[in-house]
């Protein structure tokens, strides 16, 4: 097999082999994955952090071998949480790094991380290890959102999806999300009130059919942190969202699932 990794800020990922495609993810610096099938300028990938595919720019992969692969599956996982983290290359050139970026081959100790041959000084606040308090750092690191456009298929504080805003800032906390919310409404314990949440827990939405369309952050009580149009807050309770500026429901809630022990 075939991997590759981003040594870009954001690569997006189309769902088909053109430009005129729509985004359906994006990979983040450090994020590796499978290239699975080519065509002229264009690679389908699978990325081992979620398991999405889609289809990238050739240009834009940087390819690794098994070698490289094993360091960086074996090395404690370590994850950018500054909405924006420079990193020197040397003194023409630095690396934008966007939160939730991950540093792959971290070195604690030395604040260092690697790509292939390339070793950089981590700068700004990086969460790794054991977190004891995780509900704590998720609501800090969502916070730190507030504002950022809605973007279909993004991964960014420069613009996020909604599903895309629960997997990041999990992935900040070291839980792995699945990427949509159909998918990520799979995983945890669900709960029978609204009381019963804490911060940090996750809330499901569906439409008239009942398919899952919408998730968000519940912050506090009858508070929910999500990316609608922009990431905003707004309250929540058993019948859904109530959007504060439009004094109206905008979502149909489902479940609330508790995935933080």
């Not at 081992?48 to 996982?77: C, H, Q, V």
């Not at 800032?169 to 799979?186: F, H, N, T, W």
């Not at 008239?208 to 609608?228: D, F, L, T, Y």
């Amino acid at each position: 097999m075939n991997y590759g990794i981003s040594n870009l800020s954001i690569i997006p990922v189309r769902l088909e082999p053109s430009e005129k495609s729509e985004m359906v993810t994006q990979i983040l610096f450090g994020e590796h994955f499978e290239m699975r099938e080519q065509m002229v300028g264009w690679t389908n990938v699978k990325l081992a952090y979620d398991g999405y595919e889609g289809w990238i720019d050739t240009k834009m992969i940087t390819p690794i071998n098994a070698r490289t692969l094993n360091k960086i599956e074996k090395s404690p996982t370590a994850v950018t949480s500054d909405i924006i983290t420079i990193v020197p290359v040397n003194e023409e050139q630095n690396l934008m790094l966007a939160a939730g970026s991950t540093l792959p081959v971290w070195r604690p100790y030395l604040k260092q991380f690697s790509v292939i041959q390339d070793t950089y000084l981590a700068t700004g606040e990086v969460i790794y290890g054991n977190l004891k308090n995780q509900r704590e750092i998720a609501i800090q690191q969502a916070l730190k959102y507030f504002n950022a456009p809605y973007l279909w298929g993004g991964r960014t504080p420069f613009g996020v999806d909604c599903s895309g805003f629960t997997q990041i800032i999990y992935k900040m906390i070291g839980i792995k999300l699945p990427r949509d919310a159909s998918e990520q409404v799979k995983i945890g314990t669900a709960m029978s009130f609204v009381d019963e949440a804490e911060p940090g827990d996750l809330a499901f939405f569906d439409d008239e059919e009942g398919n899952i369309v919408h998730v968000g952050i519940i912050w506090k009580r009858n508070k929910i942190i999500h990316a609608s149009g922009k990431v905003r807050i707004d309250n929540v309770d058993q019948f859904g969202i109530f959007n504060i500026d439009t004094q109206r429901y905008t979502h149909k809630m489902r479940v609330m699932k508790k995935i933080i022990e």
